[in-house]
């Protein structure tokens, strides 16, 4: 059974900064493309950040660049999402998805989700 786990979550100020992390079971995560997605209330869901099976490249949207790391630790078949310089729009739930092939922007591309981790930014 392959199972996501996104933790991590919380209310942040403005500026300010949290670490994301998907845990995974019954898949080993070195195989798969990992992406990071997110949706807010209104809008649609729409990819974050996404990185390659192991060794492979990072991809990052154009609103979290240069503010957002995308890292993944093989050993703990864990995936993590450094968010900084947080703001009011990147509020929203974040998802953690993976992918039998490589990174996609699209989150009907990818195989399996996690339940979601909810991240509020706000004064």
């Known amino acids: 059974q392959v199972q996501l786990v996104e933790s991590g979550g919380g209310l942040v100020q403005p500026g300010g900064s949290l670490r994301l992390s998907c845990a995974a079971s019954?898949?080993?995560?070195?195989?798969?493309?990992i992406g990071w997605f997110r949706q807010a209330p209104g809008k649609e869901r729409e990819g974050v950040s996404c990185?390659?099976?192991?060794?492979?490249?990072?991809y990052y949207a154009d609103s979290v660049k240069g503010r957002f790391t995308i890292s993944r630790d093989n050993a703990k078949n864990t995936v993590y999402l450094q968010m900084n310089s947080l703001n009011p729009e990147d509020t929203a739930v974040y998802y953690c998805a993976i992918r039998g092939w490589t990174c996609r922007s699209s989150a009907l591309e990818y195989d399996s989700w996690g339940q979601g981790t909810q991240v509020t930014v706000s004064s």
């Open positions: 990185i390659n099976r192991s060794g492979g490249s990072t």
């Open positions: 019954g898949v080993t995560l070195d195989y798969y493309a």
